[in-house]
Protein backbone atom coordinates (compact mmCIF):
# COMPACT_ATOMS: atom_id res chain seq x y z
CA UNK A 1 0.00 0.00 0.00
CA UNK A 2 0.73 3.59 -0.75
CA UNK A 3 0.25 6.79 0.93
CA UNK A 4 1.16 10.29 2.59
CA UNK A 5 2.86 10.78 5.78
CA UNK A 6 -0.07 13.57 7.51
CA UNK A 7 1.61 13.13 10.87
CA UNK A 8 4.86 12.19 12.72
CA UNK A 9 4.81 11.79 16.36
CA UNK A 10 7.95 10.29 17.06
CA UNK A 11 7.16 6.77 16.73
CA UNK A 12 3.38 6.75 15.12
CA UNK A 13 3.12 8.39 11.62
CA UNK A 14 -0.70 8.74 10.81
CA UNK A 15 -0.45 7.78 6.80
CA UNK A 16 -3.14 8.60 4.28
CA UNK A 17 -4.12 6.03 1.32
CA UNK A 18 -4.58 7.55 -2.34
CA UNK A 19 -8.35 6.04 -1.21
CA UNK A 20 -8.68 8.91 1.57
CA UNK A 21 -8.46 5.90 4.32
CA UNK A 22 -6.21 6.68 7.83
CA UNK A 23 -3.41 4.31 9.61
CA UNK A 24 -1.27 4.34 12.14
CA UNK A 25 2.37 3.07 10.63
CA UNK A 26 5.34 2.35 12.21
CA UNK A 27 9.09 1.69 11.36
CA UNK A 28 10.53 -1.40 12.57
CA UNK A 29 14.41 -1.52 13.58
CA UNK A 30 16.78 0.96 12.26
CA UNK A 31 15.45 3.20 8.79
CA UNK A 32 18.16 5.29 7.40
CA UNK A 33 18.05 7.30 4.10
CA UNK A 34 20.62 7.70 2.44
CA UNK A 35 22.68 10.91 2.19
CA UNK A 36 20.59 12.60 4.76
CA UNK A 37 21.26 12.56 8.80
CA UNK A 38 18.19 13.63 10.24
CA UNK A 39 16.59 13.22 13.45
CA UNK A 40 13.66 11.85 11.72
CA UNK A 41 14.00 9.17 9.20
CA UNK A 42 10.63 9.83 8.16
CA UNK A 43 8.22 13.34 7.67
CA UNK A 44 4.94 14.61 7.09
CA UNK A 45 4.72 14.75 3.60
CA UNK A 46 6.66 11.51 2.92
CA UNK A 47 5.05 9.46 0.37
CA UNK A 48 5.71 5.80 1.46
CA UNK A 49 5.04 2.17 1.21
CA UNK A 50 3.65 0.14 3.44
CA UNK A 51 2.19 -3.11 4.93
CA UNK A 52 -0.18 -3.33 6.94
CA UNK A 53 -0.20 -5.96 10.52
CA UNK A 54 -3.10 -7.00 12.51
CA UNK A 55 -2.52 -7.48 16.32
CA UNK A 56 -5.51 -8.45 18.62
CA UNK A 57 -8.07 -7.32 15.43
CA UNK A 58 -6.09 -3.61 15.10
CA UNK A 59 -5.14 -3.05 11.74
CA UNK A 60 -1.62 -0.98 11.42
CA UNK A 61 0.88 -0.92 9.19
CA UNK A 62 4.71 -1.21 8.80
CA UNK A 63 6.49 1.27 6.42
CA UNK A 64 8.89 -0.66 4.14
CA UNK A 65 10.01 2.39 1.95
CA UNK A 66 9.97 5.98 1.30
CA UNK A 67 9.77 6.94 -2.00
CA UNK A 68 12.03 9.58 -3.41
CA UNK A 69 11.18 13.23 -2.28
CA UNK A 70 10.73 16.00 -4.70
CA UNK A 71 12.41 18.21 -1.73
CA UNK A 72 12.24 19.01 2.18
CA UNK A 73 12.70 21.42 4.41
CA UNK A 74 14.79 21.22 6.81
CA UNK A 75 16.15 23.03 10.24
CA UNK A 76 19.65 21.97 11.85
CA UNK A 77 19.77 20.64 14.71
CA UNK A 78 20.79 22.33 18.06
CA UNK A 79 22.49 19.93 20.18
CA UNK A 80 23.72 17.28 17.07
CA UNK A 81 25.41 19.64 15.49
CA UNK A 82 25.52 17.57 12.11
CA UNK A 83 22.52 16.47 12.20
CA UNK A 84 19.53 18.24 10.82
CA UNK A 85 15.81 17.39 11.41
CA UNK A 86 13.38 17.53 8.10
CA UNK A 87 10.74 20.12 9.11
CA UNK A 88 7.96 18.22 5.85
CA UNK A 89 8.70 17.38 2.60
CA UNK A 90 7.23 17.25 -0.53
CA UNK A 91 5.83 20.69 -0.19
CA UNK A 92 4.90 23.35 -3.43
CA UNK A 93 5.62 26.50 -1.27
CA UNK A 94 6.42 27.74 2.44
CA UNK A 95 4.34 30.88 3.96
CA UNK A 96 6.42 32.50 6.56
CA UNK A 97 4.47 34.63 9.14
CA UNK A 98 6.22 37.57 10.44
CA UNK A 99 5.51 39.73 13.16
CA UNK A 100 7.03 43.01 13.94
CA UNK A 101 6.47 42.30 17.85
CA UNK A 102 4.61 40.17 19.97
CA UNK A 103 6.78 38.02 19.49
CA UNK A 104 9.30 39.76 17.14
CA UNK A 105 11.07 38.39 13.97
CA UNK A 106 14.42 39.64 13.42
CA UNK A 107 15.63 39.87 9.75
CA UNK A 108 18.34 37.73 10.40
CA UNK A 109 15.48 35.02 10.89
CA UNK A 110 13.46 35.99 7.75
CA UNK A 111 16.96 35.69 5.92
CA UNK A 112 17.97 32.73 7.11
CA UNK A 113 14.74 30.98 6.27
CA UNK A 114 14.59 32.50 2.72
CA UNK A 115 18.33 30.56 2.38
CA UNK A 116 16.90 27.70 3.07
CA UNK A 117 14.45 27.65 0.68
CA UNK A 118 16.20 29.13 -1.77
CA UNK A 119 18.94 26.10 -1.37
CA UNK A 120 16.13 23.75 -1.49
CA UNK A 121 13.90 25.67 -4.79
CA UNK A 122 10.43 25.91 -2.45
CA UNK A 123 8.42 29.35 -3.20
CA UNK A 124 8.47 31.58 -0.21
CA UNK A 125 5.76 34.00 0.52
CA UNK A 126 6.13 36.53 3.44
CA UNK A 127 2.75 36.67 5.66
CA UNK A 128 3.37 40.05 7.89
CA UNK A 129 0.25 39.06 10.39
CA UNK A 130 -1.31 40.80 13.56
CA UNK A 131 -1.63 44.15 11.68
CA UNK A 132 -4.49 44.91 13.88
CA UNK A 133 -2.80 45.22 16.27
CA UNK A 134 0.28 47.53 14.64
CA UNK A 135 0.27 51.51 15.88
CA UNK A 136 1.42 53.78 12.66
CA UNK A 137 5.30 53.70 13.37
CA UNK A 138 4.79 49.46 13.43
CA UNK A 139 2.93 49.82 10.07
CA UNK A 140 5.66 51.66 8.85
CA UNK A 141 8.04 49.01 9.80
CA UNK A 142 5.86 46.55 8.22
CA UNK A 143 5.69 48.72 4.85
CA UNK A 144 9.74 49.22 5.19
CA UNK A 145 10.30 45.41 4.82
CA UNK A 146 7.45 44.36 2.65
CA UNK A 147 9.00 46.69 -0.12
CA UNK A 148 12.47 45.31 1.01
CA UNK A 149 11.87 41.83 0.44
CA UNK A 150 8.88 42.46 -2.63
CA UNK A 151 11.85 44.47 -4.67
CA UNK A 152 14.28 40.94 -4.28
CA UNK A 153 10.98 39.20 -6.02
CA UNK A 154 9.31 38.12 -3.10
CA UNK A 155 5.70 38.27 -2.33
CA UNK A 156 4.46 39.84 0.82
CA UNK A 157 1.21 40.27 1.80
CA UNK A 158 0.00 42.13 4.92
CA UNK A 159 -2.40 40.04 6.87
CA UNK A 160 -4.94 39.75 9.83
CA UNK A 161 -5.27 36.20 10.83
CA UNK A 162 -7.93 37.73 13.59
CA UNK A 163 -9.48 39.87 11.45
CA UNK A 164 -9.48 37.91 8.28
CA UNK A 165 -7.61 40.76 6.61
CA UNK A 166 -6.50 39.92 3.39
CA UNK A 167 -6.82 36.02 4.10
CA UNK A 168 -8.80 35.39 0.59
CA UNK A 169 -5.43 36.53 -1.13
CA UNK A 170 -3.51 33.86 0.92
CA UNK A 171 -6.43 31.66 0.48
CA UNK A 172 -5.94 31.75 -3.71
CA UNK A 173 -2.40 31.27 -3.53
CA UNK A 174 -2.72 27.96 -1.92
CA UNK A 175 -4.97 26.48 -4.57
CA UNK A 176 -4.35 23.18 -5.31
CA UNK A 177 -0.67 23.30 -3.85
CA UNK A 178 0.79 21.84 -0.64
CA UNK A 179 1.76 24.60 1.21
CA UNK A 180 3.83 24.78 4.60
CA UNK A 181 3.22 27.17 7.42
CA UNK A 182 6.44 28.40 9.30
CA UNK A 183 7.56 31.34 11.69
CA UNK A 184 8.20 31.77 15.24
CA UNK A 185 6.14 30.44 18.50
CA UNK A 186 3.09 32.52 18.52
CA UNK A 187 2.90 35.11 15.28
CA UNK A 188 -0.34 33.52 14.56
CA UNK A 189 0.35 29.80 12.25
CA UNK A 190 -2.68 28.17 14.00
CA UNK A 191 -4.88 31.20 13.90
CA UNK A 192 -4.42 31.43 10.50
CA UNK A 193 -5.10 28.33 9.57
CA UNK A 194 -8.47 28.56 11.73
CA UNK A 195 -9.35 31.56 9.88
CA UNK A 196 -8.84 29.78 6.69
CA UNK A 197 -10.74 26.59 7.41
CA UNK A 198 -12.89 27.47 10.88
CA UNK A 199 -14.01 23.33 11.23
CA UNK A 200 -10.31 22.17 11.78
CA UNK A 201 -10.37 23.87 15.00
CA UNK A 202 -7.36 23.86 15.52
CA UNK A 203 -5.49 24.65 19.35
CA UNK A 204 -3.90 28.09 19.70
CA UNK A 205 -3.17 29.91 22.92
CA UNK A 206 -2.29 33.35 24.21
CA UNK A 207 1.07 34.46 24.47
CA UNK A 208 1.09 35.05 27.78
CA UNK A 209 0.20 31.20 28.44
CA UNK A 210 2.89 30.02 26.50
CA UNK A 211 5.91 31.92 28.37
CA UNK A 212 4.44 30.70 31.52
CA UNK A 213 4.29 26.79 30.39
CA UNK A 214 7.64 27.50 27.91
CA UNK A 215 5.44 25.29 25.64
CA UNK A 216 4.84 25.39 21.92
CA UNK A 217 0.91 24.81 21.31
CA UNK A 218 1.55 23.17 18.12
CA UNK A 219 4.26 20.39 18.86
CA UNK A 220 4.02 18.44 15.88
CA UNK A 221 4.01 19.13 12.14
CA UNK A 222 0.57 18.27 10.23
CA UNK A 223 -0.87 18.18 7.36
CA UNK A 224 -4.34 18.87 6.75
CA UNK A 225 -6.63 18.47 3.57
CA UNK A 226 -9.07 21.94 3.11
CA UNK A 227 -11.77 22.45 1.62
CA UNK A 228 -11.03 24.50 -1.64
CA UNK A 229 -8.44 21.82 -3.03
CA UNK A 230 -5.14 22.69 -0.83
CA UNK A 231 -3.16 20.78 1.92
CA UNK A 232 -1.99 22.99 4.40
CA UNK A 233 0.98 21.29 6.85
CA UNK A 234 0.94 23.36 10.22
CA UNK A 235 4.69 23.50 11.92
CA UNK A 236 5.66 24.29 15.31
CA UNK A 237 7.52 27.50 16.17
CA UNK A 238 11.25 27.89 15.32
CA UNK A 239 12.89 29.93 17.49
CA UNK A 240 16.84 29.83 15.74
CA UNK A 241 17.41 28.75 12.47
CA UNK A 242 20.42 27.12 11.56
CA UNK A 243 21.20 26.69 7.29
CA UNK A 244 22.21 23.70 6.66
CA UNK A 245 25.77 23.16 5.25
CA UNK A 246 26.60 24.75 2.28
CA UNK A 247 29.96 25.82 0.49
CA UNK A 248 30.73 29.73 1.69
CA UNK A 249 30.93 30.32 -2.51
CA UNK A 250 27.21 29.18 -2.79
CA UNK A 251 25.48 31.43 0.14
CA UNK A 252 25.61 34.21 -1.91
CA UNK A 253 23.64 32.46 -4.84
CA UNK A 254 20.77 31.98 -2.24
CA UNK A 255 20.54 35.71 -2.01
CA UNK A 256 18.64 36.20 -5.22
CA UNK A 257 19.76 39.87 -5.15
CA UNK A 258 23.12 39.02 -4.84
CA UNK A 259 23.16 36.31 -7.35
CA UNK A 260 21.83 38.72 -10.24
CA UNK A 261 24.56 40.89 -9.82
CA UNK A 262 27.34 38.31 -9.09
CA UNK A 263 27.96 38.26 -13.06
CA UNK A 264 29.10 42.07 -12.77
CA UNK A 265 31.87 41.20 -9.86
CA UNK A 266 35.17 41.31 -11.28
CA UNK A 267 36.12 37.77 -9.86
CA UNK A 268 33.94 35.16 -10.80
CA UNK A 269 34.03 33.08 -7.16
CA UNK A 270 33.69 36.64 -5.54
CA UNK A 271 32.41 36.83 -2.04
CA UNK A 272 31.33 40.37 -1.60
CA UNK A 273 33.27 40.73 1.19
CA UNK A 274 36.64 42.43 0.76
CA UNK A 275 37.48 41.57 -2.88
CA UNK A 276 38.08 44.92 -5.51
CA UNK A 277 35.81 45.91 -8.04
CA UNK A 278 32.47 44.07 -6.13
CA UNK A 279 29.04 44.49 -7.47
CA UNK A 280 27.17 43.55 -4.73
CA UNK A 281 29.12 45.57 -2.42
CA UNK A 282 28.91 48.49 -4.86
CA UNK A 283 25.54 48.41 -4.55
CA UNK A 284 25.32 48.22 -0.94
CA UNK A 285 27.18 51.43 -1.05
CA UNK A 286 24.17 53.18 -3.49
CA UNK A 287 21.40 50.67 -1.19
CA UNK A 288 20.25 48.94 -3.76
CA UNK A 289 21.28 46.39 -1.51
CA UNK A 290 19.69 46.15 2.18
CA UNK A 291 21.88 46.47 4.79
CA UNK A 292 20.19 44.02 6.78
CA UNK A 293 20.59 41.55 3.89
CA UNK A 294 24.54 41.66 3.66
CA UNK A 295 24.57 41.71 7.47
CA UNK A 296 22.36 37.90 7.56
CA UNK A 297 25.10 37.13 4.22
CA UNK A 298 27.81 37.77 6.48
CA UNK A 299 26.59 35.89 9.39
CA UNK A 300 25.67 33.04 7.76
CA UNK A 301 29.09 32.62 6.13
CA UNK A 302 30.45 33.41 9.58
CA UNK A 303 28.79 30.70 10.87
CA UNK A 304 27.54 32.75 13.87
CA UNK A 305 24.61 30.66 15.35
CA UNK A 306 21.39 32.52 15.68
CA UNK A 307 19.80 33.06 19.64
CA UNK A 308 19.84 29.39 19.59
CA UNK A 309 17.83 27.79 22.72
CA UNK A 310 15.98 24.53 22.62
CA UNK A 311 12.90 24.14 20.82
CA UNK A 312 10.27 21.47 20.30
CA UNK A 313 12.56 19.84 17.07
CA UNK A 314 15.64 18.68 19.46
CA UNK A 315 13.13 17.18 22.01
CA UNK A 316 11.54 14.87 19.44
N1 LIG B 1 -4.62 40.49 17.32
C1 LIG B 1 -4.25 39.40 16.65
N2 LIG B 1 -3.88 38.30 17.33
C2 LIG B 1 -3.51 37.21 16.62
C3 LIG B 1 -3.48 37.20 15.21
N3 LIG B 1 -3.05 35.98 14.80
C4 LIG B 1 -2.83 35.27 15.94
N4 LIG B 1 -3.11 36.00 17.03
C5 LIG B 1 -2.96 35.55 18.43
O1 LIG B 1 -1.62 35.15 18.67
C6 LIG B 1 -1.59 34.10 19.64
C7 LIG B 1 -0.73 32.93 19.14
O2 LIG B 1 -1.36 32.34 18.01
P1 LIG B 1 -1.11 30.81 17.56
O3 LIG B 1 -1.94 30.60 16.34
O4 LIG B 1 -1.30 29.86 18.69
O5 LIG B 1 0.43 30.85 17.19
P2 LIG B 1 1.33 29.69 16.49
O6 LIG B 1 2.18 30.38 15.50
O7 LIG B 1 0.48 28.59 15.99
O8 LIG B 1 2.23 29.23 17.73
P3 LIG B 1 2.95 27.77 17.96
O9 LIG B 1 1.94 26.72 17.70
O10 LIG B 1 3.41 27.83 19.37
O11 LIG B 1 4.11 27.73 17.00
C8 LIG B 1 -3.04 33.73 19.90
O12 LIG B 1 -3.44 34.35 21.09
C9 LIG B 1 -3.81 34.33 18.73
O13 LIG B 1 -5.13 34.68 19.05
C10 LIG B 1 -3.88 38.40 14.52
O14 LIG B 1 -3.87 38.51 13.29
N5 LIG B 1 -4.25 39.47 15.30
MG1 LIG C 1 0.46 26.56 16.37
ZN1 LIG D 1 31.19 40.49 -5.36
Known sequence: MTGVVYKSTGSWYTVKTLNGKFYQCRIKGKFRLEGIKSTNPIAVGDYVDFKLETKNDEETGVITRIQERKNYIVRRSVNLSKQTH???SNIDQVFLLITVNNPPTYTSFIDRFLVTAEAYSI????????IDTYDEETLLEVKYLAALY???????IGISAKTGKNIDKVKQLMVDKVSMFSGH???GKSTLIN??????DLKTKELSEQHQQGQHTTTFAEMFD????????????IKGFGVVDMDDEEVGDFFPEFFKLKQDCKFNNCLHIHEPKCAVKEALDS??????RYRSYIQILEGEEENF?????DQE
Open 185 to 187: SGV
Open 150 to 156: RKIGYEC
Open 309 to 313: RTDNY
Open 86 to 88: IIA
Open 195 to 200: TIEPSL
Open 287 to 292: DDVAFS
Open 226 to 237: LSFDAKIIDTPG
Open 123 to 130: KAILLFNK
